[in-house]
């Protein structure tokens, strides 16, 4: 009886998995959105990462030097070394936010001990440009005097610590949610059309007529959503890994497989509920895509959880995926095991309701 149980979830499952691979509509809408977003926030990253600014030095002198060398190493702008001329050109262009003018007498000033201005242009376009450039001018010349030492003018001693020990760019933080949205939306979506598929080919008919426990056919379905899914999964961690914008070590590559494939169930119960119920491919790409991209939203999917407003914050904390966020960054990024009880806990008891849904929608369709 068992071996007749696993050859029946074998046969479904190895169906499934050849029409998910010789569809391409199963491919279409379960890459295209989470490409789409991923394109969209590699170009954001790019744009507000590190602001372009021109870099006028007027003085060659051994100080404006090095005023202008920290510029360059402050890593927190696209800088542009320029004259006053080009500067004014690429500033009424909007090529650079802002133009930075060290002074012909900066050295003779600053040796002087005397107030040493530096002179900034901002387009204040938008604040979040115009904050950026506001706060990062001070920082900079803060450095400048930390690097002077006791012969400067203001004596200034930087120590910073870090709460994480990796700091992490705008678009590689941007990463994790959007491997969250695919693997939802590819569980979701594969498992409900594969099931849906089921009613509108009339197939399901000939499924019911074999010599098959009709259990079988539900557990076919959700493995077949869940390996699909699992597998994509893998494939996106390994390339993030070897393009580097992910650090994955040690134990962390099982931490991050775990999650994935609790990730994985969730949305392959999800979609056998939604197939089984609506038993249409079209109302289940509809609907799949809106609930996943919903989940994505609310989770934190465009923003940090903590920072936004309270009401989301309290709306996010009863969605499972805000969990399997944050363990996968504790994994990916920083190589930390920081609340894994508590996100696989809520993760794991999330698979497990969906899973009932989907196998009772299920039940209900095929025992009716």
């Not at 259990?215 to 996106?236: C, D, E, H, R």
């Amino acid at each position: 009886m068992l071996g007749d149980f696993a050859s029946a979830v074998w046969t479904i499952l190895r169906h499934d998995l050849r029409i998910w691979i010789q569809q391409p509509i199963n491919m279409t809408a379960t890459l295209v959105p989470a490409l789409c977003f991923l394109l969209i926030t590699a170009i954001g990253s790019s744009a507000v990462g590190r602001s372009p600014v021109a870099l006028v030095t007027l003085d060659h002198s051994s100080k404006g030097q090095q005023m202008q060398q920290i510029f360059h190493d402050a890593d927190i702008f696209r800088v542009t070394d320029v004259t006053p001329e080009q500067a004014h050109a690429l500033f009424k262009s909007i090529q650079v936010i802002a133009i930075i003018t060290i002074p012909a007498d900066f050295t003779q000033r600053v040796e002087a001990h005397q107030q040493t201005p530096i002179d900034v242009r901002v387009n204040n376009l938008n604040t979040d440009f115009t904050n950026d450039i506001r706060t990062a001018v001070p920082d900079v010349i803060t450095q400048f005097y930390n690097a002077e030492g006791n012969n400067g003018a203001m004596k200034v001693q930087i120590q910073e610590r870090d709460l994480r020990h990796r700091d992490i760019e705008l678009f590689q933080y941007t990463l994790v949610p959007i491997v969250i949205l695919l693997l939802t939306m590819s569980g979701v979506v594969n498992s409900g059309l594969a099931t849906a598929r089921e009613w509108e080919s009339l197939t399901v008919k000939e499924l019911l007529f074999a010599p098959i426990a009709r259990s079988a056919i539900i557990v076919g379905k959700v493995l077949a959503g869940f390996l699909t899914t699992l597998v994509l999964g893998i494939v996106i961690v390994l390339v993030g890994n070897l393009a580097g914008w992910i650090h994955l070590e040690g134990i962390y590559w099982l931490n991050t497989i775990m999650i994935i494939s609790l990730i994985a169930l969730m949305g392959a119960g999800i979609g056998v509920a939604m197939g089984a119920t609506l038993q249409r491919l079209q109302p289940v790409i509809s609907l799949g895509l809106n609930v996943v991209l919903y989940l994505f939203f609310l989770s934190g999917g465009v923003g940090v959880l903590a920072f936004l407003a309270n009401w989301l914050q309290i709306v996010g904390s009863f969605i499972p995926l805000s969990y399997g966020r944050h363990a996968l960054e504790m994994a990916v990024f920083y190589s930390s095991s920081e609340l894994l009880g508590r996100d696989v806990a809520i993760l794991g008891g999330s698979a497990l309701v969906a899973l009932v849904l989907g196998f009772l929608a299920m039940r209900r369709e095929v025992f009716a």
